[in-house]
Structure formats: structure tokens, C-alpha cells
């Protein structure tokens, strides 16, 4: 099983970006896939979360309004439309799915078992 995590990039504050998620190599079909983020010396925290068969979607409060969690289910890959974009915002970002989280686990990365390799996203002032 593999993500491929692509589309991060260097951007003035205001600008956007969309990062993908491409799944591969499982025969199963996800529950949960999530973005998550890490700036240096920060723990790992959730972004934004999509339930794959239901497209319920759940954010972290500083992106709401800001990103969108979507997916193609023919092509087993989500998508995190990042717009107005704030220094804040800068971070590596990680791509997680798993086939057993529950929604009131969504939140935790320590529930996923599949991880993409991390976007490097920089926001300037």
C-alpha cells in the first residue's frame, strides 16, 4: 500500500495551493483519510479528515472556510484545496488513511496506519 503525497510548494500569504493524496496497491477500501501537519518542533496535528464512502467531511477550526477535503473515488485519491493560505499554515503536510478509524478517532494520527512521505508547505509574509 502506498500514498503519494504531491502539490506542496512556496507561496505569499493570500496565495493557495492543492495538495493529493494518490492511494495505491490495496484492495480495500478506506474508512477515514486525513490530512495532517507538522512545523518544526510541533507535534503532528490534524487538518481536515473525509470519510471515504460518505464524503462526511471534518476541520481543524484555524483551516475552516479556508480548505476543502475532497475525493475521487475512481482515481483513490483526495485532494486538500488550501486558499487564502497564512504564514501559520506552514508546515509539512502528511496524508494518513486507514480502513478501521471511527469517527471519534479521526482526529488522532496515532490511529492511522498508512502515511504518506509529507508536502513541504511555506507561507511568506
Known amino acids: 500500500v502506498q500514498l503519494q503525497a504531491s502539490g506542496g510548494g512556496l507561496v505569499q500569504a493570500g496565495g493557495c495551493l492543492r495538495l493529493?493524496?494518490?492511494?495505491?496497491?490495496?484492495?480495500?477500501?478506506?474508512?477515514?483519510v486525513a490530512w495532517f501537519r507538522q512545523a518544526p518542533g510541533k507535534e503532528r496535528d490534524f487538518v481536515a479528515g473525509?470519510?471515504?464512502?460518505?464524503?462526511?467531511?471534518s476541520y481543524e477550526d484555524s483551516v475552516k472556510g479556508r480548505f476543502t477535503i475532497s475525493r475521487d473515488n475512481a482515481k483513490n485519491t483526495v485532494y486538500l484545496q488550501m486558499n487564502n493560505l497564512k504564514p501559520e499554515d506552514t508546515a509539512v503536510y502528511y496524508c494518513a488513511a486507514d480502513r478501521n478509524v471511527t469517527l471519534s478517532a479521526m482526529r488522532d494520527s496515532r490511529q492511522y496506519d498508512y502515511w504518506g512521505q509529507g508536502t513541504q508547505v511555506t507561507v511568506s509574509s
Open positions: 473525509i470519510r471515504w464512502n460518505a464524503g462526511f467531511t
Open positions: 493529493s493524496c494518490a492511494t495505491s496497491g490495496h484492495t480495500f477500501s478506506w474508512r477515514y
